[in-house]
């Protein structure tokens, strides 16, 4: 992780981003009921409803808020995990993929209420998403699980041939379509920031530029070490994800950190924007590299996903160009204007965990891609199980973050998914 590049370039979401009170560095001795690592969806969500449970908290920040996945992702606020319902089914049974689909759309729901209640500028759009079909097998498999939502959650989607695909995306590559109403997009950095000062706005602490160096755990309490001071709380969440480095040895130890990579065009007519993507829907695709595309409020396409190699550079952000082109033929030529990357935290079955370390201190980590709801519901889970004892005996709390075999080398790993990703693709 120190070696990987930190795809720091500009993004269109901070480039458009509001401004905001930022918090200071820490200096000197603090006290709080719960110290948080991370100033992401789930550290902040974490800290706003620890505040409204009563417990105070002070969050730490190694650089601004929003600085990890959720102030650069693609803005996709979807129902769902990175596994299929019926694969959650075959793993778990019915009942309990019922209820985790229940959960991950009461997570969009919480994404929403927060927004309203306190008035989130984010551009929180209802725009729904298309599940693009890579491959003529994909498609077999969306319309049986389209089936499969209907007939056992009463969910229901629809599902789109080849023939009928334009309806939603003007493309070549793709044998189909699933579509899926519930979703939302938003602007994932000024999210994060209101939702920082909602978390504020009820009494949170958050500090900035400060990194947590080390923590110490002692008998009822936790100090957690920066560079020129010391925090000291009662209970200690991590919330780092896919930038956890070797802070907590089950992060380490269980999150692979993917590089992520999207770029987000010049400013196009409307014409062409209402023949590529009509219905104005956010697409992703069941290809191993996940490519997924959106527009903007602000008249663009970002399109993200791709190669997952870290320290690629220019040739990285090539391969994006290529791939967006090839499956948006009408976009060649256009300019893009700004790019950038992120890291994905995935887990050995890219299923999402709530957990405790040896030592104690609590984690939600591992949404694979797929976290954008999710980690606001997860951070709401963590306050829940400080307070209450328990984060509510679901799925996510029971599983056990799994090792990476040889996970001290994780360029190999990335190296070897890379690889298979490729693979896997190729081969129809
Ligand atoms: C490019 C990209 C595109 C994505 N697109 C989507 C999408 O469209 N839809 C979707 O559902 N999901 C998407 N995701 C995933 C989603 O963004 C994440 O699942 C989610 O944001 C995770 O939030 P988090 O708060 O757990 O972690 P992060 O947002 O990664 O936050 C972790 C924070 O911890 C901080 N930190 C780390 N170590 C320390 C330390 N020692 N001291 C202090 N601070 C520290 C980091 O600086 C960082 O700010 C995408 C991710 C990426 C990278």
């Known amino acids: 992780m120190d070696k990987m590049d930190r795809m720091d370039t500009l993004s269109l979401w901070k480039a458009t981003a509001k401004t905001f009170e930022h918090g200071k560095l820490l200096e000197g001795n603090e006290e709080a009921d719960v ?34 996945a959720s102030g650069r992702n693609g803005g996709m606020v979807l129902p769902g995990y990175k596994p299929t319902m ?9 009942n309990e993929a019922r209820q985790l689909n229940d959960l991950s759309l009461n997570s969009v729901e919480l994404v929403k209420n927060i927004i309203d209640e306190h008035q989130i500028n984010c551009d929180f759009r209802k725009t729904g998403h298309v599940v693009a079909a890579y491959k003529a097998k994909h498609f077999e498999e969306m319309k049986h699980e389209s089936e499969y939502l209907n007939k056992y959650f009463g969910y229901e989607t629809s599902v789109l041939d080849r023939n009928q695909l334009p309806q939603e995306i003007d493309s070549p590559v793709y044998y189909g379509g ?24 009820v009494g949170a602490k958050i500090f900035e530029h400060s990194k947590a160096l080390s923590i110490e755990y002692g008998r009822n309490s936790v100090k957690v070490v920066i560079e020129k001071g010391v925090v000291t709380a009662k209970d200690i969440i991590v919330a780092t994800d896919g930038y956890s480095g070797k802070l907590l040895n089950e992060l380490n130890k269980g999150v692979l950190p993917i ?22 829907r956010m697409i992703f695709d069941t290809s191993n590299f996940l490519y997924y595309f959106r527009r903007t409020p602000d008249h663009r396409i970002v399109f993200g996903g791709g190669d997952v190699r870290p320290n690629l550079g220019d040739a990285a952000y090539q391969s994006v160009y290529d791939a967006m082109v090839k499956i948006m033929p009408k976009l060649a030529e256009r300019k893009i204007d700004y790019r950038w990357g992120g890291f994905i935290g995935v887990t050995v079955d890219t299923f999402p965990i709530i957990g405790r370390s040896k030592e104690g201190a609590y984690f939600a980590t591992g949404y694979s891609g797929h976290g954008a709801s999710l980690s606001t519901l997860f951070g709401k889970l963590l306050a829940q ?44």
């Not at 899926?180 to 706005?201: M, Q, R, V």
């Open 86 to 94: 019926q694969d959650l089914a075959k793993k778990y049974g019915e």
């Open 385 to 428: 199980w400080i307070v209450t004892g328990n984060a509510g005996g679901f799925r996510f709390e029971k599983e056990r973050l799994k090792t990476f075999p040889f996970y001290n080398q994780k360029m190999m790993l990335v190296n070897l998914a890379h690889i298979s990703f490729k693979l896997l693709d190729m081969i129809g």
């Open 259 to 280: 590089s992520a990579r999207i770029i987000a065009t010049e400013q196009l007519p409307e014409s062409l924007l209402n023949t590529v993507i009509p219905n104005d």
């Open 35 to 68: 110290v948080i690592i991370g100033a992401g969806f789930t550290g902040l969500s974490s800290a706003y409803h620890l505040h409204k449970m009563g417990k105070s908290v002070i969050v730490l920040e190694q650089e601004t808020i929003g600085y990890g």
């Open 178 to 201: 699933l579509v899926d109403n519930t979703s939302y997009s938003f602007h994932p950095l000024n999210y994060a920031i209101g939702l920082g000062e909602a978390a504020k706005s």
